[in-house]
Structures are given as structure tokens and as C-alpha cells.
């Protein structure tokens, strides 16, 4: 029988990332994922994916001015953001759009992350009828996304917070973004061709996740000792625990550890402290139901649940997680297409034809009239 969704089906080596599910491990780049994320800048990583190795001062400089010089977004791209901010589309649809009128002036990696924030913060500005705020060549990657999204430099916390989040995110695996990515790029299309298929991709719920209801979920319990009265009553009447449970993990997910470290630091310093109890309270409540009501479904906290609360305490509203969630794995994303190109086969999976056979061609007139609904029940 055909894998449903290919699971078990290998379709790529890789160097970039490995997914342990059953011991709850994410490797990226040969790094455990809180080592990475905890220590590197952005650029760093990114370094990391797309050469095999972190690079030295000098590298590591002149990268950080390549990206910095290439963040102004053309005067065509920004035209296209200001009528997809009259449209009041999608921010998800705004940046697919956006990504591939990139390759107007430049279709070069360093090109696409570079402007990937200032899309995501442009259009955001726009969409709240304010100017758009130019990028400063003078700040890194995240501080410059905060600063474009603000119009104010943000403190060392707010930098260090999102650079986390972004190290944490960047890879995972073989994804549906990253799959499709690489089957772009397997056709030898050019980059951002792929990078857009990705967007496409990470676009659809069941890929780009929930941080959102898993935030909102908090806030209707409110208060600690609510936890557990309303966390019965969604899960008897089989509603899903937004943040818990994930299709790879059957242990807690790595990712969750870093970003509640993060987020209890960001809160610390920088946040309303009261918000990470209530969070914290939350999920060890959720968890111990999950366990009493669905005993060997192993449902363990995701990436959604501390994404939600990190991203929050960095001011962005609900519609920005997910654009703020590309710009980091697009730089996981080109680092798949390099290595699909170094070592290129076309990805041409085969299908299993269930359909019928042994039909004979009828005239038009001949052919019997349906109404739309049965149309609709007999269509493939």
C-alpha cells in the first residue's frame, strides 16, 4: 500500500538537519538546535547552512555587510506591497507576491534573505496606513526587521530573543516548504522560483502552524486556577490543544525548550512576567489531561505554543508569526536548493493509478444531464 503523505519514504541525503522524533532531537548542521540557537547571530547561521562550517570574523563581516546592502527593496516591489495593503490581502500572500518580484533587480541568495523583512515589515507598515521605514546597513538581521517594523531600535533583549527564534526555526528536515523547494529546484529552476513554491507551501495551515490559537487559548483561561476546568471541557468535546502534539515528535518537541527559555528571558527583562506564569501553568495542566484522557498518544508541548508567547512579548500581532516564521526559514530553504543543485536528479516520484480503465468515448449529445450537487459527488 502507498505511504499516505510518503511518511517513511527517504527522498533526499542531507547535511543540514536531522529530525529525531522518538528521542526528541533536532540537529542542524552537525549543532544540537539549543546550542546553535542560543549563541549564533542570524547571519551565522545562515553561514552555517550554506557552507558547511561557521565562518571566520572576516567571513563572517564581509556576509553581514552583503545582506545589509542588499535590503532596499526595489521601487516596483514596493508599488506592489502598497496595492496588496489597499487589497487588505493575506501578509502570507503579500510576501509571495513580493518574493518573486525579487528577482526584477537580483535573484541571488543573499539577495532574497536580505529583503525578506524588509517585504514582511513594508507591508505591514502599509497595512496599518503608516510610511514605510528604511533599512539602516548599520544593524544586523533581526535588529534591522525589528527596526523596519518599529521605526525604533530595539533593545539588546528584543535582538536577542528573535535571533533566537529565527536560529530555531530556520531547519526542519524535509518539510513540505523545504520538499517543495527542492523539487523546484530539481527542475533547475533558479532561486527564487523556489523560494516562492516554499511561501506556497508554508502558507497552508497544516504546515505553517497555529502559533496564534495557541496564544489565544492563554488568554481565554486567563487565570491559572481556570486552567484546568476549561482544558477538560475542550478536549471532552474533542477539540484539539493548540501547541501540543506534532507529527514527528513523540516526545517533546526541542524546539519548545529553547524558545521557553528564551521567552522567560524576554519576559524577565523586557515583559510582563505574569503572561509566562500563566503560559507556563498552562501547558503543565494541558499536558497532565492529554495524558489522563489519550494515554500513548505521547502529546507533548510543539514550536507553536512558545513561538505564540515569544513572538507576542516582541510586540508582533498574530497575522505577522508565520511571514516572521519565512524569514527565517528561507534561508534553510536556499540552503536545500544548493544542495539539491550540487548533486541534481530531478525528483520524479511514481504514482499508483486507482482510476477506472476500459471506458469507450461518448458523443456529447449522448451524454446523460447532472445536476450541479451529483456533479459534485462523482467528481474525482
Known amino acids: 500500500m502507498t505511504p499516505t503523505g510518503l511518511d517513511g519514504v527517504v527522498a533526499a541525503e542531507t547535511m543540514l538537519s536531522q529530525v529525531d522524533g522518538e528521542r526528541g532531537e533536532l540537529i542542524v548542521a552537525g549543532f544540537p538546535v539549543g546550542e546553535l540557537a542560543a549563541h549564533a547571530s542570524f547571519e551565522e547561521t545562515t553561514w552555517l547552512l550554506w557552507h558547511g562550517d561557521l565562518p571566520s570574523a572576516g567571513e563572517l563581516q564581509t556576509f553581514r555587510g552583503e545582506l545589509a546592502a542588499r535590503r532596499t527593496l526595489p521601487p516596483a516591489s514596493t508599488t506592489l506591497l502598497r496595492e496588496c495593503a489597499g487589497a487588505d490581502v493575506d501578509p502570507m500572500d503579500a510576501l509571495r507576491m513580493a518574493a518573486g518580484a525579487i528577482s526584477i533587480t537580483s535573484s541571488d541568495a543573499a539577495t532574497i534573505v536580505a529583503q525578506f523583512p524588509a ?27 525589528l527596526y523596519m517594523l518599529t521605526g525604533q531600535v530595539p533593545a539588546a533583549e528584543q535582538v536577542r530573543a528573535l535571533e533566537t527564534y529565527l536560529n530555531t526555526v530556520v531547519d526542519h528536515g524535509l518539510n513540505a516548504s523545504t520538499f517543495t523547494c527542492r523539487v523546484i529546484a530539481s527542475t533547475g529552476s533558479d532561486l527564487v522560483s523556489a523560494v516562492v513554491g516554499a511561501v506556497g507551501a508554508l502558507k497552508g495551515p497544516l504546515h505553517g502552524g497555529a502559533p496564534g490559537p495557541a496564544l489565544d487559548m492563554v488568554f481565554e483561561i486567563g487565570q491559572a486556577d481556570r486552567a484546568e476546568g476549561i482544558l477538560r471541557k475542550k478536549i471532552e468535546a474533542g477539540e484539539k490543544l493548540m501547541g501540543f502534539g506534532h507529527r514527528v515528535y513523540r516526545v517533546r518537541d526541542p ?18 512576567m505574569s503572561l509566562y506564569t500563566l503560559a507556563r501553568s498552562v501547558e503543565s495542566t494541558a499536558i497532565r489531561l492529554l495524558k489522563e484522557y489519550k494515554p500513548g ?11 505564540a508567547l515569544l513572538l507576542h512579548g516582541l510586540g508582533f500581532e ?22 539539491q543543485q550540487r548533486a541534481n536528479r530531478i525528483i520524479r516520484p511514481q504514482s499508483s493509478y486507482i482510476g477506472p480503465r476500459g471506458r ?6 449522448q451524454r446523460p444531464s447532472r445536476d450541479p450537487a451529483q456533479r459534485a459527488r462523482s467528481s474525482f
Open 119 to 145: 517585504i514582511v515589515a513594508t507591508f505591514w507598515r502599509l497595512r496599518r496606513g503608516d510610511p514605510p521605514v528604511a533599512a539602516r546597513e548599520d544593524l544586523g538581521h533581526a535588529a534591522n526587521y
Open 255 to 272: 524546539r519548545a525548550d529553547v524558545l521557553a527559555a528564551a521567552a522567560e528571558r524576554l519576559y524577565t527583562r523586557a515583559g510582563d
Open 360 to 365: 469507450t468515448w461518448t458523443p456529447v449529445e
Open 297 to 307: 498518544r505521547r502529546l507533548q508541548t510543539n514550536v507553536e505554543f512558545y513561538t
Open 318 to 339: 498574530t497575522p505577522l508569526f508565520t511571514p516572521t516564521f519565512a524569514i527565517s526559514r528561507v534561508s534553510g530553504w536556499i540552503a536545500h536548493a544548493f544542495e
